[in-house]
C-alpha cells in the first residue's frame, strides 16, 4: 500500500512540474468565479469592500484579487486605472481576470470597474443589481460606454 501511495505522490509532483503556467491562471479563473458566485446579489455599498458591508465595483475586485493571494491596492477605479501600465486592449480580446472599465457618466471617466471572466462575461458591482455578472454584446449599454481592459502582472 506504501508503494502506491509513492508513486501516487511522485505522479502529483511530476505533473505540477509540467503542466504549464495557464492551468495556474485557469485555477486562479474558477477560483475567482467561484467567488463571485457566492457573492452574486451581496448589495451595492459606497466604499464597501466586504460582503457583511457590501461591494463599491473597486472594493469587489480589490475583494476578489486578495482572495486570490495577488492584493491590488483598494482605490478608485479611475487611480487604479492610471497605476497599471498603458497597454489597454478591447474587451473582444481579454482573458479571464483582466480588469475591464466603463465611463458610464461624462463626469467620472473611467468611473466603473469591473473583472472579465471567459467568452465576453464580466462581474461588477452595480449600484442597481449589486454584485453581478453580465456579457458584453456589441452596440449594446456595456459595449457603448467601454472605456478599456488591462491585465495585472
Excluded at 39 to 55: A, L
Excluded at 65 to 77: A, E, N, V
Excluded at 113 to 134: A, C, E, P, R, Y
Aim: neutral net charge.
Amino acid at each position: 500500500m506504501a508503494g502506491w501511495l509513492l508513486q501516487y505522490f511522485y505522479l502529483v509532483l511530476v505533473l505540477s512540474l509540467l503542466l504549464p503556467y495557464s492551468n495556474v491562471y485557469a485555477d486562479d479563473c474558477e477560483k475567482a468565479k467561484e467567488l463571485l458566485k457566492i457573492n452574486k446579489s451581496v448589495n451595492y455599498q459606497w466604499g464597501g469592500d466586504n460582503p457583511k458591508t457590501g461591494f463599491d465595483c473597486s472594493g469587489l475586485i480589490s475583494y476578489v484579487f486578495k482572495y486570490l493571494g495577488k492584493p491590488i491596492p483598494r482605490t478608485t477605479s479611475r487611480k487604479l486605472w492610471i497605476s497599471i501600465d498603458d497597454n489597454h486592449f478591447h474587451w473582444s480580446n481579454s482573458e479571464c481576470l483582466d480588469l475591464v472599465w466603463w465611463t458610464l457618466t461624462p463626469d467620472r471617466p473611467f468611473g466603473h470597474i469591473g473583472i472579465m471572466m471567459k467568452n465576453d462575461n464580466f462581474w461588477h458591482s452595480s449600484s442597481s443589481l449589486g454584485v453581478t455578472g453580465d456579457k458584453f454584446i456589441i452596440n449594446t449599454y456595456w459595449d457603448k460606454n467601454f472605456e478599456g481592459c488591462k491585465r495585472i502582472n
